[in-house]
């Protein structure tokens, strides 16, 4: 984890580690409770085992929650390990509700069933209705702890819900307005109930037209959503517009985080990214299964130039220009499909736009291969002086151009719409793809101009 | 803009067409006033011009300003070609100071001077202040419309302070505890606030282990650090300490978007994402100048490749491995760089941890060569069935492998250590050096075993 403020930081360090070392709970208590929990966690995850369980013990359950809380996902497996059961359990019940929850999908089966037995009646009924909704759905990032009051109440009295209700609630800067039904009408900020007369009802200065999601909704598009109106929270309903819970903008954060970071690997090829504690094996070991898939590609490609290896022996000259046709096409393919991939993020099921994306990069596709084509046409020419086979090269990028561009844009288009996740249109797979195209483009075009060649 | 509640949309837009068209202002401000400013701006743009200059005559500058903050740049500066000089000021004047400086930073200097000058003298000098910061620093996407008071106030006098500022501030959420001399000693959240008997005084329930930034912070940390530590709001401050302003967490989910497009963009080799309604022509400039560096350099890998013809010319076989062993180098190296990229933007200035993450790679890239390099060596042999061929691809799989793994890592680290940005080590460019390499390394080999190979 990185230091934000290293000088605070070891002055602090010294008085704990002292504090420990002379068992002194209420000195370690005084000095660690004061900071904020991730830097509690940097503290904890930097000490041994048996210094980590120490300083378990002189906390509480819920003061280890906010902790644990910050902790990496490797982190908190190892902890989890070195912590009785029994205190797991109630730590669980401590933390938000779509926390727990976010810890307990980590676990293997049979252990999240130990806990929840364990674990008091109402905390676990929480966290087993939260583990039902589907992964990346706002029904499993939202929380279930949310102040929410009926219309009829006062300013006034709205004020006393909240301030009894504070300690628990996840956010206490909006408060949720619901019938008698549990179905959301209407939302107040915390800020317009301070500005608010007391006296006032909340069916007066609520806001009517919420924005909310639905509970099965992707959360990416509550990302976006939250993005785009600047809320600190926002509603997750479900078909009756009964109010479930609320998604608040700290998991958004995370989230932003997880998908670009998928977006980014797929376009890198890599499945996953390894924390940085992984071994070279592992790390390897995540790679290669692309590696191989990518490797018989690419022998299947030398099994297509085998067929030309006639030419390519009458006309040896062939060869030198083979990297730098695959590689410009591999090059303009993973531009096309990184401006589409991005689009989609950004257009989102708006249909017309998507025939305009796709029209616009075949134009790109055409400009860019005329002049490409182009000038490789002269440079050969000026290099060989063989007019033929710059024309040869030339057609070979300007039509290999046009459609890696075409492609690169249309697979994560069609993808998209058949609604198949485009894991598979990642960066080296279009790269392959258009390797293989821009040979047979190559080598066909070869084929025919073959008596001029020689 | 994506639709989020499609049916609360039409009927909302037709009641405003409706009262657009009789002119009644009352009926439409009544309605539009009701929903949220993206709304409102989605409206907006999907009006014509004429309709656009009359909706802005309906509102005021300020109600304007809400949802002209919502805008997309682009639109943006066609609206502001659209209004009056001085409604265009009075309008900037009323957003927050940063997001007025982020609509300012788009313009050219003179139109910049021209509304700063008809702007009223207090407004304008906040902007001026916020337009001195460099780009993607803390403090060119701080605000200055916090709420600060001193210690020595009581927590029901803080609250009046608070109501009374609410209307201004861009957060009420976090109230900053300053001194005499506006250095910053401490920070209460409302919830606190609102917790905390009302007698007691503020220096008794504040905070006072501010976690905060320094004014020349770099957004991207800012961003990691709001999200690691969960906050709303973070104080910026200068060298002694003086509270300039605050970032909220809406700003960060712009950079987070902003620095996720830019480490795509970097890797897919386009410098800029255009926008949807960007013809092909300017799409395909966008792009062209990348891609005709990426052709020269492909040129040199040709001339390369040219030196070995007399090779090439006697084992003609040679050709068909080249595309193989070029597209598998870029792609371990893309893998390699992705990770490396990844793990800085993580790792943050963690020196140890680099060497670490080099000395991985390195050991990754061995496995994933020798791997690799086995298989092809297997697969070569079977087909052509010639041994030496078999190990001569193989071993130059083996070699690339490990090189490009280690230069994708290498390359990004050096550029961050030297504090160069990484924009040049795109993923085309690093593909393209690696095709460079292995071509090398597989000429190179080959010219080794040339009597074997005949």
């Known amino acids: 984890m990185p230091d934000y403020n290293k000088k605070l930081d070891d002055e602090f360090k010294t008085i704990l580690i002292d504090a420990i070392q002379r068992n002194d709970i209420d000195a370690f208590r005084e000095e660690f409770l004061e900071v904020h929990p991730y830097d509690q966690a940097r503290f904890y995850v ?9 300083i378990s013990s002189y906390l509480s359950p ?3 929650a906010e902790l644990f809380h910050n902790l990496d996902s490797e982190d908190q497996e190892s902890t989890l390990e070195e912590m009785e059961p029994a205190y797991v359990a109630d730590m669980l019940a401590q933390m938000y509700a779509d926390d727990a929850v976010d810890v307990l999908n980590e676990l293997e089966k ?11 009646d109402e905390a676990a009924q929480e966290i087993k209705d939260l583990l039902h909704y589907e992964e990346k759905t706002a029904g499993s990032i939202m929380t ?4 929410a009051i009926l219309a009829n109440h006062t300013i006034k009295n709205a004020m006393k819900i909240l301030k009894s209700e504070a300690p628990d609630a996840e956010t206490i800067y909006y408060i949720y307005v619901v019938d008698d039904e549990e179905r959301l009408v209407g939302v107040i900020s915390l800020r317009d109930l301070i500005i608010a007369d007391d006296d006032k009802l909340i069916s007066e200065v609520m806001n009517d037209r919420v924005v909310s999601v639905s509970v099965s909704e992707d959360q990416e598009h509550v990302a976006r959503m939250m993005k785009d109106y600047d809320f600190l929270a926002v509603p997750v309903l479900d078909f009756q517009r ?8 700290d998991d958004i954060l995370d989230v932003m985080e997880e998908e670009a970071s998928e977006d980014y690997s797929k376009l890198a090829g890599v499945p996953n990214f390894e924390s940085q504690d992984h071994s070279a094996f592992s790390a390897a070991r995540k790679r290669l299964p692309w590696l191989i898939i ?12 085998g067929r030309f290896e006639e030419i390519l022996s009458q006309v040896s000259i062939l060869a030198v220009f083979i990297p730098l046709i695959a ?13 589409a991939v991005r689009g989609i993020a950004i257009g989102d099921g708006d249909r017309k736009s998507k025939m305009q994306m796709l029209r616009k990069e075949i134009g790109t596709g055409l400009i860019i291969g005329f002049v490409c084509g182009i000038l490789v046409m002269i440079v050969v020419d000026l290099w060989k002086h063989n007019i033929v086979l710059g024309m040869l090269v030339g057609v070979a990028i300007f039509t290999t151009l046009t459609i890696s561009t075409m492609s690169g844009a249309l697979i ?3 993808m998209h719409k058949l609604k198949i996740d485009p894991a598979v249109a990642s960066g080296p797979f279009i790269t392959t793809l258009n390797d293989i195209i821009s040979v047979l483009i190559y080598f066909g075009l070869a084929t025919l101009l073959m008596n001029y060649l020689v």
Do not use: C, K, W
């Open 144 to 147: 279930t702890e949310f102040v």
């Open 62 to 64: 819920s003061e280890m």
């Open 242 to 249: 009964h109010l479930l819970g609320i998604i608040t903008v």
């Open 110 to 120: 049979d252990q999240v069933v130990s806990y929840l037995t364990i674990m008091d």
């Open 412 to 414: 994560p288009l069609l």
């Open 327 to 339: 590689g410009m096409a591999g090059n303009t393919g993973t531009q096309a499909l990184a401006v």
């Open 46 to 54: 930097s000490q041994e085992q048996d210094v980590r369980q120490q």
């Open 294 to 305: 990518l490797l018989f590609l690419g022998m299947f490609t030398a099994s297509l130039i």
